[in-house]
């Protein structure tokens, strides 16, 4: 049976026990490994600096080479593409600027309303800088998808970059970026997915997906907080990366901006290791099960309004409801009450909710070390609160 819900002590110990934690798309809990290598690497003593003459700096080098290999592993792309900086908004800011660089007056970016805003305004901003300009696609708010041709539609000859995510954090919408990327490419365009809300709930094959450029955070798949890009690695040397005169001329060194948090990366690679020992399959069956119980649970309740798609085709168990006569704040702060975590707001997928005409919804994830009960917990509460009890 599926268990790993004892890897992690800010579940099983302390001060949140007992809670049920569907605020994952938010931050997961870390798991047991992560917080020991974090903790053995400060212990060590090889913090120290890389490039250096000691055997600290070597260990330095060694353990982000380390870290790209296993990332690489996991996301199977060549290690050499990876970049280690403090969150995925900040890795996007840096590349957009890089982008932005070379984007001359009339030149355009295909965003999608679908992403977090970590995916457009960075595109915006570098837009308005450079004179070109962001058209963004619908998504369908019948169905909550995003067929691939709302994005193709808008690519044209001036298209240079294709911004999409991989998986919806407010809906859980996994739009197919593979035929997104091919079409892009096939109009000479350059494709950047964010995978942040896809890399704990799916299997990821950057290189099946084709994309230039992919994020993610090990922050959402029980590691530490950071931002993990893979640039394609000859894009990675051509880009004009912002960047200080003493970092490295050529691969990922150039985006890695000041000196890597390395009790971070050692976090990292644990986390990443866990998904692998794991399997994204295993965990991807455990959460479809109490997705399906917990979609079933709040679709059966005509109180409740699910956003997004009510079936569990190629989505993320990630989903953002309304309870009639009751906002968002209130459903989450009487959730809390019964020790039950969830997210309200906009979750800063602001196109999301403007597509749906909201401010914002309750949004509750499941993570790997979920359970049925937790499950149950929400969907009876949800009741109660519709009820009025
Ligand atoms: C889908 C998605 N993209 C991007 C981000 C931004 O990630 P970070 O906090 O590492 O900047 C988030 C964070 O919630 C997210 O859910």
């Not at 049976?1 to 099983?12: E, K, L, S």
């Not at 992919?214 to 029980?222: A, L, V």
């Not at 985006?255 to 644990?270: C, H, N, Q, R, V």
């Not at 309004?305 to 906002?327: E, I």
């Amino acid at each position: 049976m599926f268990d790993v819900r004892h890897r992690f002590p800010g579940i099983t110990e302390g001060d949140h026990q007992g809670w049920a934690r569907f605020d994952g798309p938010a931050g997961t809990q870390v798991v047991d490994s992560a917080i020991e290598a974090s903790a053995a690497w400060q212990r060590s003593g090889n913090n120290a600096n890389s490039h250096g003459a000691f055997p600290a700096a070597d260990a330095c080098d060694e353990l982000v080479e380390r870290t790209q290999q296993t990332v690489g592993e996991l996301l199977h792309a060549d290690p050499g593409g990876f970049v280690f900086g403090p969150s995925t908004t900040a890795n996007v800011f840096s590349i957009t600027r890089a982008i932005g660089h070379d984007l001359v007056p009339g030149d355009e970016i295909v965003c999608t309303r679908l992403d977090h805003d970590s995916n457009i305004s960075p595109w915006m901003l570098m837009a308005e800088d450079a004179g070109a300009t962001v058209r963004l696609a619908d998504f369908d708010t019948t169905t909550g998808r995003l067929p691939t041709d709302r994005v193709t539609g808008l690519i044209g000859d001036r298209t240079r970059w294709v911004a999409v995510t991989g998986a919806s954090n407010a809906i859980g919408t996994m739009p197919d970026v593979t035929a997104i990327t091919a079409a892009a490419h096939a109009a000479g365009a350059n494709v950047v997915v964010d995978g942040v809300h896809l890399t704990p709930h799916a299997p990821v094959d950057i290189g099946a997906i084709g994309c230039d450029v992919f994020s993610t955070s090990s922050y959402k798949w029980y590691g530490p907080h950071a931002g993990i890009t893979w640039i394609e690695p000859e894009l990675l040397d051509r880009l004009h990366a912002y960047k200080v005169r003493p970092a490295p001329d050529t691969g990922p060194g150039r985006f890695m901006l000041g000196t890597p948090a390395y009790e971070s990366i050692a976090a990292i690679d644990a986390a990443a290791r866990f998904l692998l020992d794991t399997g994204v399959d295993e965990i991807r069956c455990h959460e479809r099960q109490l997705f399906e119980r917990l979609l079933g649970g709040l679709l059966a309740d005509d109180r409740v309004t699910v956003h997004g798609p009510h079936d569990l085709a190629d989505r993320a168990p990630t989903l953002a409801f309304d309870v009639d006569g009751r906002t968002a704040e209130q459903v989450a702060v009487a959730l809390a009450a019964d020790r039950i975590a969830v997210w309200d707001g906009h979750y800063y997928a602001l196109e999301v909710m403007a597509s749906y005409g909201i401010a914002g919804a309750v949004r509750a994830g499941i993570a790997a070390y979920l359970t049925v009960d937790d499950v149950d917990r929400l969907v009876g509460a949800v009741r109660r609160i519709a009820s009025g009890a």
